[in-house]
């Protein structure tokens, strides 16, 4: 086999295992990364704005942390397309269609549905009072705790991988 031959044919091997590695790369340090956000409380650097104290201290699970309370959202996050082409990262699904508000920091308006329940300590007089079930208005601007998107620090992460794969080959 000739020279010419042989740089063919190792080009050829190295664009297959660059078509079939790198979006497999790519998918589980993006993955990775998106998931790593919510144990940092972080994004890009920049801490999570806190929880309303009040809130917090209702808190129970999660050890006090923001967004971990049943660990769903964190878990939603998968790769849902991996190909030569394109590489893409899905948060949210049917038990956490709340994915987007948080990521993004957006508006929630509508009515919420508030079940009957009895009240032990009604206005703080320890009264027992039986609440009615009802409607309210929820109008609340959700504060942006990003975990997922573009990042510097995610891009380097990438070209980390990606420079160790090829000089391990």
């Keep these: ?24 790369i790519v998918s589980e340090t993006a993955t990775e990364f998106f998931k790593e956000r919510f144990d940092k409380q972080e ?5 999570w704005e806190q929880l309303n104290p009040k809130y917090a201290a209702k808190k129970t699970r999660g050890n006090g942390r923001i967004l971990t309370r049943t660990g769903n959202l964190q878990a939603s996050i998968r790769p849902t397309q991996v190909n030569a082409n394109r590489v893409v990262i899905s948060a949210g699904n049917v038990k956490v269609p709340y994915a987007r508000i948080h990521n993004e920091g957006l508006r929630v308006r509508g009515v919420q549905n508030v079940r009957g329940y009895t009240n032990t300590n009604f206005m703080g007089k ?16 959700m504060p942006k705790r990003q975990f997922a998107g573009n990042s510097k620090y995610l891009n380097q992460a990438i070209i980390n991988r990606l420079t160790a794969f090829y000089n391990n080959r």
Excluded: C
């Design 43 to 47: 994004w890009d650097g920049v801490p």
């Design 126 to 141: 320890g009264k027992r009072v039986q609440i009615k079930e009802h409607t309210r208005k929820v109008d609340y601007k």
């Design 1 to 24: 086999m000739d020279y010419k031959q042989q740089l063919n044919n190792w080009f050829s091997k190295f664009e297959h295992r660059f078509d079939t590695a790198v979006p497999v």
